[in-house]
């Protein structure tokens, strides 16, 4: 079978499974793109990517450019001579850039497109209480997440599944994804085809941390899908007034109960043993959740840090 020589954009781990995969194919990878180095935390450690750790352990010729336009960064991936680019979980890039390969730079998204365009597929897959997802393969174009459709693959979301367990399952299908398409795309046994005309496709828009707060007015199982869709990143949150103190809590997971009720929406039933949240249509249990200032924990572990339970409202 033919190899392709491949140009890698990523950053984060679902990009470096996907790196890994390529590296252990037929196909050859004759450079990576990723992020620069970064500096955070405490004591401003140098921080890189998952791509570049992964991408310097297999020696394998890394680029970090602070621009994409700039001329002998560019120069340099010309002089690859790369057949194709594969893109996953990268940034917006430049026109000169994703058309210099011969066959073109194609793109896994985790979603079936046309649906869930945008950078939180995988989280609002879960909030809106999908049944089904999975991995798309496209060539890039000017539009984001728009090109010609390459290969698909459908996954079922499990019941009560988080976006953490389904990132990791479409990670790895998408791995695959990806060889099957370099594959076909070296045999010529590939049709791309455009994305369908949908009139209202379902959105992925980036999430932001005023967007992770809980709307206790909303029914139980819309409160439940939205706490496992942020679970366990970036995190759906309330704010709890324990005393004089607003606190913030991070739930990660629970349960709920339709029932009828006479009490206020967000009203908390706290006690040693009972940690129930009233919403509009019945109660909401955390079950692992975070206290502003303390570590993750179940909720015993949480019941057994209060003694006065009088003093904890929500905010």
Not at 20 to 46: F, L
Not at 140 to 151: A, Q
């Amino acid at each position: 079978m033919k190899s392709l020589k491949v140009v890698f954009l990523g950053t984060p781990e679902f990009a470096k499974t996907a790196l890994e995969a390529i590296h252990q194919s037929h196909h050859e990878v004759v450079g990576v793109i990723t992020v620069a180095d970064k500096a955070s935390g405490r004591g401003q450690k140098i921080h890189q990517s998952p791509v570049k750790i992964y991408a310097d352990e297999n020696n394998l010729a890394v680029f970090q450019p602070e621009k994409l336009r700039n001329p002998e960064f560019l120069q340099q991936i010309k002089e690859l001579d790369a057949d194709v680019f594969v893109v996953v979980a990268f940034r917006m890039m430049p026109k000169v850039l994703f058309e210099m390969p011969k066959i073109g730079t194609f793109n896994l998204h985790a979603s079936l497109l046309p649906d869930y365009r945008g950078a939180a597929p995988i989280n609002y897959a879960v909030i809106n209480g999908e049944e089904k997802t999975g991995v798309t393969t496209f060539f890039i174009n000017e539009k984001i997440d728009e090109g010609n459709i390459l290969l698909q693959k459908e996954l079922e979301i499990l019941p009560d599944e988080n976006v953490g367990s389904l990132h990791d399952r479409l990670m790895n299908i998408g791995s695959e994804l990806i060889v099957s398409t370099l594959d076909g795309l070296a045999e010529d046994s590939i049709k791309e085809r455009p994305q369908p005309n949908v009139e209202h496709p379902k959105n992925a828009f980036k999430i932001f941390k005023e967007d992770t707060k809980i709307n206790w007015n909303a029914p139980s199982k819309t409160i439940h899908q939205f706490i496992l869709g942020m679970s366990p990143y970036p995190a759906a949150f309330t704010t709890l007034k324990i005393g004089e103190e607003d606190k913030g809590l991070k739930i990660f997971g629970g349960k709920f109960e339709i029932l009828n009720h006479d009490k206020a929406t967000g009203t908390l039933e706290i006690s040693k043993n009972t940690f129930k949240i009233y919403t509009e249509d019945g109660i909401y249990e955390p079950l692992e959740l975070q206290l502003e200032g303390k570590k993750r924990m179940n909720i015993k572990d949480f019941l057994n840090g209060f003694r006065n339970f009088d003093e904890i409202k929500m905010a």
